[in-house]
């Protein structure tokens, strides 16, 4: 089921040992570069992951569209100023949040046109509550064969709007679509996440007016100008979440730096819970096997949901401790109950049957990896099977597909180089 055909080689019995930090949070970055979109000057993101696949996937959007992007280390400098949006020839681009473009194409033309949603399939994540936001705000919306037409009227103006379930992505859609209208917009029952809250601070930098009221409403006045500066990118939580789990289940030694402690004070109350004791300071965590009682973590319990407690985007990093702690877990995921695909691919490499039902995974450990051949499935589900061939002991590990990880990892093979461990990387 990959839609990518790069494969990464993966030799175990390589034990990681070393530092690696933690990059700009991928739901963010991706996010802020569609802002910089609306912008009317140079905008500088710093902190941000360059070599996301993701990210890749937008700008290579945006350049078609009259968009300048330059990156450099971890800074991408993007140039709206000459952003003139066309029909384009292609229209396939395997990324989730291209609705995120329609604001910018709205503000220069009245017109959009954006590629569909496309993503990790996780269960129901349709795109109606997009079409319900621009509606909201007077436009019209066609569903053609190549793409997504939204056409705004003379001018685009405030609007007021419940979302009818809690979501991340209409949030960021309707923030982005009420920085450039006329007038005061008010959302109740919004989803404020971390990364919602880089993009509100980014947006108030560029001169739009944001009151946030509790966890759940906001009022945005739009700007007919929205100035460029330089802005830098929260780390990424999940990426963080993965390499201390990495640690954990390797028997390794990992310093990770940039830890976003904020943002994952419950997911990290978990982890000590189920006895991995690791050692932080104000940005950093260090995790081995002394971190741990005998070695190993013990049976837990977790329910994913939304934030601020464990995210279904943490769900298959739970369930990998889970595969290596000792007892029987239970993984629940409420927020995507079909987030499960990934359990036959990771099965390959794990010597007990693994039980998987919508919303509930259940773990017997801990388990014995050893090396398989595997294909891509969703993001996070492919870098769980990453994690099970690096810590098979021995044997040769190959992963089609790979780049459905990569999506969310910047410069992986990099850092796993890093850490002592060798992996190859084939296009």
């Known amino acids: 089921m990959a839609i990518y055909n790069d494969i990464i080689e993966i030799e175990g019995g390589q034990v990681p040992n070393g530092t690696v930090t933690v990059s700009g949070a991928k739901n963010s970055a991706t996010r802020l570069l569609a802002a910089a979109s609306i912008c009317d000057e140079v905008v500088t993101l710093t902190g941000y992951p360059t070599n996301l696949v993701d990210s890749k996937h937008k700008e290579r959007f945006l350049n078609k569209n009259g968009v300048k992007t330059y990156s450099e280390n971890d800074t991408l400098t993007i140039d709206p100023t000459k952003h003139t949006p066309i029909e384009l020839d292609d229209y396939f681009y395997p990324i989730r949040t291209t609705y995120l473009l329609v604001a910018g194409?709205?503000?220069?033309?009245?017109?959009?046109?954006?590629?569909?949603?496309?993503?990790?399939?996780?269960?129901?994540?349709?795109?109606?509550?997009?079409?319900?936001?621009?509606?909201?705000?007077?436009?019209?919306?066609?569903?053609?064969?190549?793409?997504?037409?939204?056409?705004?009227?003379?001018?685009?103006?405030?609007?007021?709007y419940e979302f009818p379930i809690s979501t991340v992505g209409g949030t960021e859609n309707a923030l982005l679509v009420a920085a450039i209208a006329k007038g005061t917009s008010t959302f109740t029952n919004a989803y404020i996440t971390p990364e919602?809250?880089?993009?509100?601070?980014?947006?108030?930098?560029?001169?739009?007016?944001?009151?946030?009221?509790?966890?759940?409403?906001?009022?945005?006045?739009?700007?007919?100008?929205?100035?460029?500066h330089t802005f830098h990118v929260l780390p990424d939580r999940i990426e963080a979440l993965t390499w201390l789990i990495?640690?954990?289940?390797?028997?390794?030694?990992?310093?990770?730096?940039?830890?976003?402690?904020?943002?994952?004070?419950?997911?990290?109350?978990?982890?000590?819970?189920?006895?991995?004791?690791?050692?932080?300071?104000?940005?950093?965590?260090?995790?081995?096997?002394?971190?741990?009682?005998?070695?190993?973590?013990?049976?837990?319990?977790?329910?994913?949901?939304?934030?601020?407690?464990?995210?279904?985007?943490?769900?298959?990093?739970?369930?990998?401790?889970?595969?290596?702690?000792?007892?029987?877990?239970?993984?629940?995921?409420?927020?995507?109950?079909?987030?499960?695909?990934?359990?036959?691919e990771l099965q390959k490499f794990v010597d007990l049957e693994l039980e998987a039902i919508q919303g509930k995974i259940t773990t017997n450990g801990p388990v014995k990896f050893s090396a398989a051949n595997a294909s891509a499935t969703d993001l996070r589900g492919t870098m769980a099977a990453v994690l099970?061939?690096?810590?098979?002991?021995?044997?040769?590990?190959?992963?089609?597909?790979?780049?459905?990880?990569?999506r969310g990892y910047n410069d992986l093979e990099h850092k796993l180089s890093l850490l002592g461990v060798k992996v190859k990387y084939q296009k």
């Open 105 to 160: 194409q709205l503000k220069k033309g009245l017109k959009a046109n954006i590629p569909y949603p496309g993503g990790c399939n996780i269960g129901a994540r349709k795109y109606d509550v997009h079409i319900a936001i621009w509606e909201a705000f007077g436009c019209d919306v066609e569903e053609t064969d190549e793409c997504l037409v939204i056409t705004a009227p003379n001018s685009i103006e405030a609007s007021d």
């Open 196 to 228: 919602i809250e880089d993009l509100i601070s980014f947006l108030r930098a560029s001169g739009v007016s944001i009151e946030v009221t509790g966890q759940s409403s906001i009022k945005v006045t739009g700007s007919d100008y929205l100035k460029g």
């Open 246 to 344: 990495y640690g954990a289940i390797s028997g390794g030694e990992i310093l990770i730096k940039n830890i976003p402690f904020e943002s994952m004070q419950i997911p990290l109350m978990y982890l000590k819970n189920a006895g991995v004791d690791f050692f932080q300071n104000s940005d950093s965590i260090f995790i081995n096997k002394a971190c741990m009682v005998d070695g190993n973590a013990h049976s837990f319990e977790v329910a994913c949901g939304t934030h601020p407690g464990i995210i279904s985007d943490m769900q298959p990093f739970y369930v990998m401790l889970g595969l290596k702690s000792v007892g029987k877990s239970r993984i629940h995921d409420y927020r995507y109950p079909e987030r499960i695909t990934y359990i036959k």
């Open 388 to 406: 099970a061939a690096l810590c098979a002991p021995s044997g040769l590990s190959v992963i089609k597909g790979v780049s459905m990880a990569l």
